[in-house]
């Protein structure tokens, strides 16, 4: 049976980055998607190293939680940099499955950002609503 490429990216970061990092008693760790993407010898394939880095599977296998990720809008590029919180148990993993809202934290900040934040957003909206039967 073959490994998958996506298998290849999480072995490689759990054994150069997460075991390493969790040996050193580290509590964060970062990993650069290029970095990954050269090592495991792929060729544009950032797309699936950054989905393979932010995957569930990745996150509960390795007892880590991912705390951010750092680049451009699409997080799709060998500059995004992933930092993860190695967490010390399986204790601390099921503490973040209590919380499955806080995955969500952030998710449209780049879009809101974009648009000229959350409130310039909401006032255009606000400005352009028309109710029902009204017209200009």
């Known amino acids: 049976?073959?490994?998958?490429?996506?298998?290849r990216v999480r072995d490689y970061t759990r054994l150069h980055y997460i075991e390493p990092a969790r040996a050193r008693r580290q509590t964060t760790v970062k990993v650069v998607a290029g970095e990954v993407q050269k090592a495991v010898g792929l060729s544009n394939r950032v797309a699936l190293v950054c989905q393979a880095l932010k995957s569930d599977k990745f996150l509960a296998e390795n007892h880590v939680a991912l705390e951010k990720w750092e680049g451009p809008p699409s997080g799709m590029s060998t500059t995004v940099?992933?930092?993860?919180?190695?967490?010390?148990?399986?204790?601390?993993?099921?503490?973040?499955?209590?919380w499955p809202?806080?995955?969500l934290r952030g998710v449209a900040k780049e879009v809101f950002r974009s648009l000229g934040g959350g409130e310039e957003f909401l006032r255009k909206e606000?400005?352009?609503?028309?109710?029902?039967?009204e017209t200009e």
Do not use: I
């Open 1 to 7: 049976m073959s490994v998958s490429h996506a298998d």
């Open 81 to 98: 940099t992933f930092t993860y919180r190695v967490m010390e148990s399986d204790r601390d993993a099921s503490h973040t499955d209590e």
């Open 101 to 103: 809202l806080l995955k």
């Open 126 to 133: 606000r400005e352009q609503f028309r109710g029902p039967g």
